[in-house]
């Protein structure tokens, strides 16, 4: 069964870092958009930063200049290095693959056909 594994989450105060990893867990193509989502309790969940298959990275405002996403060279593991974090920061973060999208990825949570667990990040003041 094919599986998104998020780990790398946990609790650090404000303006530290955290790197989030993405596994997949059985072959797939991971050639295809692959993004990071999160989610605060009481919100939606809210789209992050999303990297192509030519390894164009996008980001929301919120988050420009302090997050970078990547892929291994074999694309199956997906990163989100985390710098400078804030309380506002803090949500349950999902990795999410479209299979579909290659070049132009989608910022909303719909066209992503799997999605990982979920790790933690809470970021203190």
């Known amino acids: 069964q094919v599986q998104l594994v998020e780990s790398g989450g946990g609790s650090v105060q404000a303006g530290g870092s955290l790197n989030l990893s993405c596994a997949a867990s059985?072959?797939?193509?991971?050639?295809?958009?692959m993004a990071w989502f999160r989610q605060a309790p009481g919100n939606q969940r809210e789209w992050v930063a999303t990297?192509?298959?030519?390894?164009?990275?996008q980001y929301v405002d919120s988050v420009k200049g302090r997050f970078v996403i990547s892929r291994s060279t074999d694309k199956n593991t997906l990163y989100l290095q985390m710098n400078s974090l804030k309380p506002e920061d803090t949500a349950m973060y999902y990795c999410?693959?479209?299979?579909?999208?290659?070049?132009?990825?989608?910022?909303?949570?719909?066209?992503?056909?799997?999605w990982g667990q979920g790790t933690q990040v809470t970021v203190s003041s």
């Open positions: 059985a072959y797939r193509y991971t050639g295809s958009c």
């Open positions: 990297i192509n298959l030519e390894g164009s990275p």
């Open positions: 999410a693959q479209d299979l579909l999208h290659e070049v132009a990825c989608r910022v909303v949570p719909g066209p992503y056909n799997y």
